[in-house]
């Protein structure tokens, strides 16, 4: 197989395709580093506790090690739970346009190839978490139950994207259990926030796939919806920018908080405003747009961690 018919369908031209060695193209793929945007929505709920955290704990020292060690740690775990949704729906996928071409329908490596690098990372992922104390070290360990069922639940469930948010945003609780050793109501809110927007913006994304899915009985929230999903992106992400908003006055946040939290809902609102759920390419855009709405409310959160510090 030449490498140009080996690139994945949605994601070619990019570093892998041009910059990486030959025989670490199919693993880089598998790992989706070659379109890390899940390994960045994965990031900013971690991000987010630990900036939240740290502004209550009036202590900034240790908040750039831990911002370091959850970038380092999301991409590792999104890259094995990536392989992980690989091996599972290696069949499915076959029979999708879009995911053909991922390196395990394609041929391009074997399921226990695909196991041992999914191992690899897990391992960097462990080595990464060992770092923080024993609550965050079992609070990190017990995420793994909701990674591995969601792969499932497409087949089972019209709501993937619930169990999708609950695994995404485990991050949300991370940076509360890094700095106080517990988690507490205003980092439950927090995930619970986390978990509507991620319910809306993988909404979009599943509109690409939507004809496909209902052709091989794949469900999804995209099928659920269907005409009526500006209506229920409105319902997740108001949810989304509520509930944040609660988890902000419940930490005592100060206004740089409220504006990052502004800016957020404003991006969100844009979203909605733009989508055609008929237009895959635009329903892409708009689910890849999603890092720089959670960037928007980090930067809130970290000027807020920082003043409330000094």
Request: charged share 15%; proline share 4%.
């Amino acid at each position: 197989m030449s490498d140009a018919s080996a690139r994945v369908a949605d994601s070619t031209g990019n570093w892998v395709d041009t910059r990486a060695p030959q025989w670490a193209r199919p693993y880089l793929r598998l790992s989706r580093f070659d379109r890390p945007i899940g390994s960045w929505l994965l990031l900013m709920p971690c991000w987010w506790s630990a900036a939240l955290a740290a502004g209550m704990a009036h202590d900034v020292r240790r908040l750039p090690l831990t911002i370091v060690l959850f970038f380092i740690g999301a991409f590792a775990m999104r890259g094995a739970g990536c392989a992980w949704n690989d091996i599972t729906d290696r069949d499915l996928d076959d029979k999708v346009e879009r995911t053909r071409s991922r390196p395990l329908p394609s041929g391009q490596l074997t399921v226990k190839q695909a196991l041992a690098f999914l191992v690899a990372l897990a391992l960097v992922g462990l080595v990464v978490l060992l770092q923080f104390n024993r609550f965050a070290v079992v609070t990190g360990i017990a995420s793994l139950v909701v990674v591995a069922v969601y792969p499932f639940m497409k087949r089972v469930t019209w709501w993937p994207q619930v169990f999708l948010g609950l695994a995404f945003s485990w991050g949300a609780l991370m940076g509360f259990a890094v700095t106080f050793g517990r988690i507490d109501v205003t980092a439950l809110v927090l995930y619970a926030g986390s978990i509507a927007w991620v319910i809306g913006y993988d909404t979009i994304y599943a509109h690409q796939d939507a004809e496909d899915d209902a052709l091989i009985g794949v469900k999804s929230t995209a099928r659920l919806f269907g005409a009526h999903t500006h209506q229920a992106l409105i319902l997740f992400y108001g949810l989304a920018v509520m509930l944040i908003g609660v988890a902000i006055a419940s930490g005592d946040a100060r206004w740089p908080a409220w504006l990052g939290l502004a800016a957020f809902a404003m991006h969100l609102a844009w979203q909605i405003a733009r989508l055609r759920i008929d237009d895959p390419e635009l329903c892409k855009r708009l689910f890849y747009s999603n890092k720089y709405a959670g960037a928007l409310l980090f930067a809130g959160l970290l000027v807020d961690a920082v003043m409330r510090a000094a």
